[in-house]
């Protein structure tokens, strides 16, 4: 069985800063950390190989900095690591990504079972793992919150709605994008982390997909991000009242806006 | 490899150095090497490309991981988050110093610092309660310090137990509880699996209660249980605040003891990391005793030096505790109580001359008149 996990590395959030004067992020000096959906992604992939068997391999789009993360993906379970890398692909939004890491599933001989994390915490669009699974020409299931796979070969999840949970099934290959922390941290023993500080990261550029600028970064990219800003409160007033002073208070500002 | 939370906390201390002057070992080597910051540097040369050999494994291990450093800071970072991980490390790379290679050997092949086979364990838990019961409200764990090392603090605690008319009963035999293996070697799957079992063992009890000698175990299976997923069901109680219950209810009744100039050494991890620091406090008291307070005691309690290092480092385990006993003549104590088997074993390694060294629970028993 081989289960691909897509692993992004991204800013901490409390240290995320916006650049006043281009909109876009500041990434110098920030930290950068498994984004915490994929880290649980991984998590789900490292258990269903414990219990089932196969391999898990995982990839990485970004700049050279990324492999922070496919070494952690190393010490947490994963086989074989894969950096996809190339200048042409700087800037891509979600769907030129998408497409770039399809074509690497391709490239690598398919998989099984995907998993990914529900969304990043720095883009927060939820896009790339659905925008996958079309590429991928695969069923995509999001926001799940337990996987199991069944002896018949076929995946029964859990997946999280606005008002209920729902129970179903399907058949791979497909794509699940979990939600966080459904899944404890994979603890590594000594011996997994010996066996991580052997696994080679293999790089993977446009040399090998052959897409083209066209198709990817700032060029191939659908959307454009036209601003980027900070939403600030009007100065507000706080005072601390009694209950009854508070329900005058409440009293006369609903009547006042009704009036 | 460090884990993000480990780089985190090493890049921020690297600089800073505030807390050199709380550091037990440091205080007492006077070694640049000797400090939260230069195994926060370490880390992060080694990150960068440094190689992690033989001298930065042993430097890592002459830390007491006793959290000062961390209560010290003021900006919230925990050195022995990377120094734990670093001692992982220098276990994957096979960089141990020879010393510490010997003790982590016992962890992992015999499960204890000592090397004393399970068989031993079993024989010195049926020696101190014959016939024990299968099930009892309260389980009473030792802890393999108490057990190997100090068994009279058990026997003490033991007897104060029926003394009380405690129902309470002790393991057929402890394995590792993942305090000690979780310091030497990290918190890694082989430590999680031992305090899993252990877990699974105490539960076996079905007691309401786990009372808890040894401080350092009541820690990890208050705090790192619950994150490892290891489930005692039942609450776990330190034996001095046990103790203090139990006096406090009438149940035991001790003499007065005249003993001056006392003074009381907190354990590290009771009194730093569990927050408890007045149970011990209240015993001493219960048997009219007063405390002479030394500098740094309480939650700022200087660390003893503990059982691990002592166990691989004997020579600067000695130096460690030479400090604190330091700190008791400065204040004119002329005797120490310990509340720690580990304390116990550690300090009594090099009482000063004229001064004396008693353990809380065997003082108790004597007042107690067991």
Redesign the interface.
Known sequence: MRIVVFIKQVPESEDVKIDRLTNTMKREGIRMVMNPSDSTALAAAVQLKKEHGGKVIAVTMGTKKAVEVLNQAAICGADELYMVSDPLYAGSDTYATALVLSETVKYLGGLDIALCGRRAIDGETGQVGPELSVFLDIPCVTNVLELQLKSDGRVRYKRLLEDEILDAELSTPALFAVCEGIVRDYVPSISDLRRARDIKIINITDNELKLGGERTGLAGSLTTVRRTFQQTSPDRKCVFVDAKEGAKIIIAKATEAIL | ?F??KAN?HADNCRFCWMCRYICPVGLQTGKETNNARAKGLLVSLVNRGQEFDESYAGTMYECCLCGACSQDCKTGFEPPIFIREAR??A???DVLPENVRMIADNLMEKGNLYGVSSAEIQSKLEKLLPNRPQKAGVLLYVGQTALIKAPEISEALICLLKKASVDFTVLYSEGQSGAEIGDV?G????T?TAAKNEAAKINTIGAEKVVVLDPNVARVMKQEYPV??CDINAEIVTATAFIAGLIADGKLSPQKIDMKEVTFHDPCKLSRDLDETEPARYILKSMGIEIKEMFLNREWTKCCGTEIVKAHSPALGALIADGRWGDAERIGAACMVTACPGCFDVMGQCVPEGMKHYDLFILLAEACGC
């Open positions: 490899m884990s993000e985190k992982t490390e276990i994957v790379r070697i918190y890694v799957a082989e999680i490892w997923g």
